[in-house]
Structures are given as C-alpha cells and as structure tokens.
C-alpha cells in the first residue's frame, strides 16, 4: 500500500532522542530518511537503534570543506532537513538555514534544541530533566512535601521536541504544497513541555489556587482519580472523574454513601483510605477479573515488560519484534499513527552505524576512487 510521505527525502543531523524519534515517525509513513553522524562522535549504542528502523546511516565529517561539499550536494533534492545542535554550530559547521537555503530555496529546516533558538537560555546545556524542570512539569510530579520524581519516559524530548516536530514539518510541507516556500522551524523542548501544562493552568485560573505536586484534581487529591495498592503487591489505577463512573464504582465495592461526596474535601482523606483498603483486599488479576464489566474508569498498573503479552497491545501491533543489525529479534513500539489509505510500517530494521555511506556517495556521483580517498582522510 502506498505510504503517505512517500517521495519525502529527509535528512537528519540529530543524535540522542527527539531529532531521531521524529524521523523515525516520518520514516515509518514512507519517507526517505538518512541519518548522518560524524564517525568520530559514534556513540557506541548508548541510545537506542529502533529510533533508527526504516533509515539509511552515513557517516560525514563535517568539520572539513569536502565533507560540507558532499553534504550540500546531498541536499540539493531534500525535502527536509532536521538538526539538533545547540544554536550557532550549524552556522560553524556551514550548514546553517541560510546556507542550506541557498543550495536548495525550498526546504524545509526543523532546529530541535532544549531552549530554541531566542530567550536568555539559549546557549545552556541541558537534558529532559532539565527542560521539564524549567517549565514547571516535573514540580507537579510525585508526592505531596516530597521531592519531584523523575518519570521513566522523556517527556520534553519525546512530546515536548519530537511530537511537536513532527507536527511542524508536516505543516510546513503543507505550506510549501500550496505556495511553493519552504520554511525555518524552531522547535524547543522547553517549549513543548510548558505547552503541556494547559490543562493545570485552567483549573488554577479556574480555582484561584497554584496547582501542589500530588494535590490536584488529576493528581492523587481524591478518590476518583487516584492509584491504590492490591493484595499482591501490584496497583490499580482509577480515574472514575464523572459521578456516574464514581456512581457505579462505589455501588460496586459496597460503599454507595460515598456516591455524593465524591469531591468533598472533608471527607476526601476518609474516602481514599476506604478505597484504598477495599483495593487490597484482591490481588491485581482478581480486581481486572471484577471490574471487566463495569463501566468504569479503570487500568492495571502493568509493567512495561508485560507490554509485548498484553492482547490488545498485540492486537494493535504496538509491541513488535525488530531486528536489530546482528540479526536478533528484539521488541519494540509499534507505530501509533494508524492511517486507513496510507499505513505506515516497519520495512527495515534500524541500519549498523554509517552502514549506506558507500550506496549513499554512489548516487551522488562519487567513484570507488573518490571513496577510497574520502575514508582515507577521514572524510566519511
């Protein structure tokens, strides 16, 4: 079936997670992706090669004026270019909008950096824990008068910078199907990170009151939308926030008389006690047994190791087994993105690191000669 950015040619310069992961989405729906990385900086598996599923890889010095002119040259016929250095590196290395715009008028160029490319923070270093703590997420994360937590996935990198990337390129290829006109996109993860707190600045302008980690509506202040212990060591997740879910939950574990008061801050520390010694009563398998045919908000807490057996995440081919570049089967997230006409799909697994260099310098016109020369000085 045909794929919905097929004929797409992107280039990304990014390491580490976001500038790879957004790729990633756009080479999962078809597009042509090269990653390009300087073989000197090859960062020996320490993150994860599945973002890297359906790429080419090269390697390209672009420290010197060769390696500049083979880049320029692969990017005459590119639709998007993708770069995740700090700000200024790219005017060093030569490969800068500007530049890349005179070579190519139409592309378009998505900068992912932690900060953006304005404001006084700009030039610091930082990592996923850094942004989210700058814009105010990871202070609503954890326990009420304890320290933030850490969550396990990289918010800022992945929906803050990717997702948020993503989004821009292809409204930006959108642009340029009706005007012809490409584009700059400054995309700081910062940014997405602060644009996820929409939700907790409504109910504080709507309340009137600053918004305290574990303490909110949405966040472990009532019963109705909380996590509980069962008998087996495990937890349950509830987020029964309309009364008729609450209305149903509390007749269910016999405690009807709570129906009324479900945000009545008086007795809201006796209700979830009294939940949370009903919910240990039964191990997790028992209570995903008896509330099956409630409508009601709930979920086991499982792990991420129980992702690949859960039946519907296989029914949805969200946990997929990929090879990896020894050959091994390895699982893997799916793709989420499930388009009728145009699915994406996984083609190819993620590629050895500068595995396409040869296949790549080919087609741009380069020898066995010119090949021989460009890895002997370091070039590629």
Known sequence: MPSALMGIKVVDLSRMLPGPYCSMILADHGARVIAVEDKRLQADGMF???????????????????????????IADTDVLIEGFRPGVTQRLGVDYDTIGKIKPDIIYCSITGYGQTGPLRDRAGHDVNYIAEAGVLDLIGETDRSPVIPGVQIADIAGGALNAAVGILMALYHREQTGLGQFIDISMTDG?????????????????????????????????NVYKTADGRFLSIGALENRFWENLCRFLKMPGYGPLQYDDSRRR???????????????????????????????????????????????????????????????????????RTPGSIRTPPPAFGQDTTDILKELGYTDNDLKTLVENNIV
């Open 48 to 74: 994860p090669s599945q973002v890297n599923r359906n790429k080419q890889h090269m390697t390209l010095n672009l420290k010197t004026d060769r390696g500049k002119a083979i880049f320029h040259r692969l």
């Open 193 to 225: 990170a602060a644009a996820l707190l929409s939700l907790p600045m409504f109910f504080r302008n709507t309340t009137g009151t600053p918004f305290r980690r574990g303490d909110a509506i949405l966040s472990h202040r009532y019963a109705c939308y």
């Open 270 to 340: 006796e209700i979830i006690e009294a939940f949370g010694a009903a919910f240990e009563q039964k191990t997790l398998a028992q209570w995903e047994k008896a509330l099956a045919p409630l409508d009601v908000c709930w979920a086991p807490v499982k792990t991420m190791e129980e992702l690949a057996s859960n039946p519907h995440f296989k029914d949805r081919q969200m946990a997929v087994d990929i090879p990896d570049k020894d050959g091994n089967k390895v699982t893997g997230p799916g793709i989420s993105i499930k388009l009728e």
